[in-house]
C-alpha cells in the first residue's frame, strides 16, 4: 500500500506532459484588491503582491508556468526582476516546481513552510531550489509595508500554507487569504500512514485553525475553488468587489472537511 508522501511525490513528478500544457495556459491578469493581482493560469492561481520596495510571489506553478507568470505581470506594468521573495501553497509540482527557475530568473529568497523544505530543495518535479528561510505558523514576512501572515494548514502536505493579509483600499480594510489546499487527494492514506502517521490529526487541526481565519476575499491555490473565471467577468461593472466572498469561504471550508470525514470513515472500515 503506497503511503500519502509517495502518492504526493509521484504526483509531482508525473504529470503528464499534456496536461502541464493544459494547466499553463494564459488567463487575463487582474487586479484582485489594492495590491494583490492575478498573475496565473487559467488552472493553476499565482499572487503578485506588490511593494515599493520589490513584490512577493504566491506560487511559481510548473517551470513550463513560469513564462505566463512572467508575462501576466509584465502585462500589468511591473518587472518579473523585482519579485524579491518567493512563497507557496504546498509542495506540489504544480504549485511549486517552478521556484528553482523563478529563483533563477529574479534571484529571489525562497521561504517554505516547516514540513515542505525538503521536497521543494528537490525541486518537486521541476529544478532543485535552495530553500533560504524555513518558516513556523505564524511567522510575519514582511516587504516594503506589506505584511503576510503565514498559518501552518497541513494535512494535503506536512507543510501547506495558508496565507493571510489585510489589503487596504479606498480606505476599507479588507482580510485576504490565499487558502493552501485541504484536498484527500486519490491514494492519500489516512489509516495507519507509516510514513505520515499524523495525517489524520493535521487535516483536523487544519479544518478547526482555517474556522478561526478571518476572511472578507477568498482566494486559493486553484482558481476554480474560489470560482475566480465567474468573478473575474464581474470586475469593472460596479458594485461591490466580486471577490469579497466570506460565505464563499466558509461554504468551502465545511465541505472540504465533510469529504475528508467521508474518505476517513472509508479507510477505517
Known amino acids: ?53 520589490g513584490h512577493l510571489l504566491i506560487n511559481s506553478s510548473f517551470e513550463e508556468t513560469v513564462p505566463v507568470i512572467r508575462a501576466a505581470i509584465e502585462k500589468l506594468g511591473f518587472r518579473f526582476q523585482d519579485v524579491k521573495i ?17 529563483k533563477e530568473l529574479t534571484g529571489a529568497r525562497v521561504l ?43 494535512g494535503h502536505t506536512k507543510g501547506c500554507t495558508t496565507w493571510g493579509l489585510t489589503a487596504i483600499e479606498n480606505g476599507q480594510a479588507h482580510r485576504v487569504l490565499v ?14 500512514n507509516r510514513d505520515y502517521p ?25 482558481p476554480s475553488v474560489y470560482r475566480m473565471e465567474e468573478k473575474h467577468q464581474q470586475l469593472g461593472k460596479g458594485g461591490v468587489n466580486p471577490f469579497i466572498d466570506p460565505d464563499g469561504y466558509r461554504a468551502f471550508v465545511d465541505a472540504q472537511e465533510k469529504r475528508s470525514l467521508e474518505e476517513l470513515e472509508k479507510q477505517k472500515r
Open 198 to 222: 499524523g495525517i489524520a490529526d493535521d487535516y483536523a487541526r487544519s479544518f478547526r485553525k482555517l474556522r478561526q481565519l478571518a476572511c472578507d476575499i477568498f482566494l486559493a491555490a486553484h
Open 112 to 154: 517554505v513552510m516547516q514540513g515542505d523544505e525538503e521536497v521543494v530543495a528537490k525541486g518537486t518535479g521541476g529544478r532543485p531550489c535552495k530553500v533560504d528561510q524555513v518558516l513556523k505558523d505564524g511567522d510575519q514576512v514582511k516587504l516594503g509595508g506589506t505584511v503576510l501572515t503565514a498559518h501552518h494548514t497541513p
Open 86 to 102: 518567493l512563497l507557496g501553497s504546498h509542495a506540489h509540482g504544480d504549485h511549486m516546481a517552478g521556484n528553482g527557475l523563478v
Open 1 to 53: 500500500m503506497r503511503s500519502a508522501l509517495l502518492a504526493l511525490l509521484a504526483a509531482s513528478a508525473l504529470y503528464p506532459q499534456a496536461r502541464k500544457a493544459d494547466w499553463s495556459l494564459p488567463f487575463p491578469p487582474h487586479k484582485v484588491v489594492a495590491n494583490v493581482y492575478y498573475v496565473g493560469s487559467t488552472q493553476l492561481s499565482s499572487y503578485l503582491i506588490t511593494t515599493p520596495e
Open 179 to 192: 487558502y493552501g489546499s485541504t484536498n484527500v487527494n486519490p491514494g492519500y492514506i489516512l489509516v495507519n
